[in-house]
């Protein structure tokens, strides 16, 4: 969930005709990513407009956007997997167009909606197309030079920073901005299963790394906001930012509550049996809640201006992260269950 940049509409108006020579007549704010975006619309068509700020995330994202652009134009030109975005280069071959200090990346609007809630229905067609991308690995290898995230090494690179931002809230007073209080308030309470989950991270990946372990390409980050249906009825996998080769169970950790019934769809579909790993699916559960913890931990302490930027933030850790840290452990326990049955 992003809030709305401070930037003029009209600037951005004009950053898309000059930069990709397209008249936009009316700019929609989208809040549910977590970068800044828009619906541009025009006499020509209707467009998809991200824009990434000059913060140190900002930053970072712009560099794995520009890396996603390689891959989605593999996955298209094999066939591996075609209902992805369409990015579109400037009228002068760049990635990215330049507006008021943040970078610009269009893509071709995708009519449909995000699967949201109905996600866990979906997942008889999803499974299937994370099957096809494990197994189109080999084609994509050979055409994609750099990866929006490099290749998995199973580290753990928010633990220094987030126990630092846990230190710093301990120290927090009345005198912070509103913001800061309201995470301490929020986080603080929770900091012993925080800590209780970071070890069992460690623990895990201790395992992931004791021994050589398959890679194929992965999305990492197929959750219901970045599945859409679209209105012919096929389902389009979105943000490639965080794709990058590791173990399947990368992309498989997700569907933990329904690994009994669903490894057949995927089996087919990767043609090759399928046994995930239950030590790799509880690194991945335990280290995407924390991972998830850390960013927006991380905006709200160093990166955030604005009152509603924090309030974004914190709507996300209330909402999502802080429920998913509470549950993580039983799901632990159910994915070692749930595959002992299998």
Wanted: net charge negative; aromatic share 6%; glycine share 10%.
């Amino acid at each position: 969930m992003a809030a709305e940049p401070p930037i003029s509409l009209a600037a951005l108006r004009g950053a898309v005709r000059g930069s990709y020579g397209l008249d936009v007549e009316t700019l929609s704010f989208l809040p549910q990513g977590t970068a800044p975006a828009y619906r541009a619309e025009g006499s020509s068509g209707r467009w998809f407009l991200k824009l990434l700020p000059d913060t140190p995330s900002g930053h970072d994202l712009r560099r794995r956007v520009q890396a996603e652009r390689p891959l989605l134009r593999a996955l298209r030109e094999t066939g591996v997997l075609t209902r992805v975005p369409r990015p579109i280069p400037t009228n002068f071959g760049s990635d990215l167009a330049e507006v008021d200090g943040y970078g610009l990346a269009l893509y071709g609007w995708i009519d449909g909606t995000s699967l949201g809630a109905d996600w866990a229905a979906a997942l008889p067609e999803i499974v299937p197309l994370l099957g096809r991308l494990h197994a189109g690995t080999l084609e994509l290898l050979g055409r994609v030079q750099e990866w929006p995230v490099p290749p998995e090494d199973f580290a753990l690179p928010f633990e220094v920073g987030l126990l630092g931002d846990l230190a710093r809230l301990r120290t927090s007073t009345v005198g912070d901005r509103a913001g800061v209080v309201a995470l301490r308030d929020l986080l603080l309470p929770h900091e012993a299963t925080l800590r209780r989950v970071l070890a069992q991270a460690r623990t895990f990946q201790g395992l992931a790394r004791a021994q050589p372990r398959r890679f194929v390409v992965c999305h990492t980050d197929a959750h219901g906001g970045n599945v859409m249906r679209g209105a012919a009825g096929g389902l389009w996998l979105i943000d490639w930012e965080t794709a990058r080769p590791a173990p399947p169970e990368h992309d498989l950790w997700m569907l933990h509550p329904h690994l009994p019934e669903l490894p057949p769809a995927y089996e087919e579909a990767v043609g090759a049996p399928a046994v995930p790993d239950p030590d790799l699916l509880g690194f991945y559960l335990t280290r995407r809640v924390l991972e998830d913890l850390a960013v927006d931990v991380g905006m709200i302490l160093h990166e955030n201006i604005r009152p509603e930027q924090d309030e974004a933030n914190l709507a996300v850790l209330e909402r999502y992260v802080l429920p998913d840290l509470l549950r993580v452990e039983q799901h632990v326990a159910e994915v070692r269950g749930a595959l002992r049955l299998r």
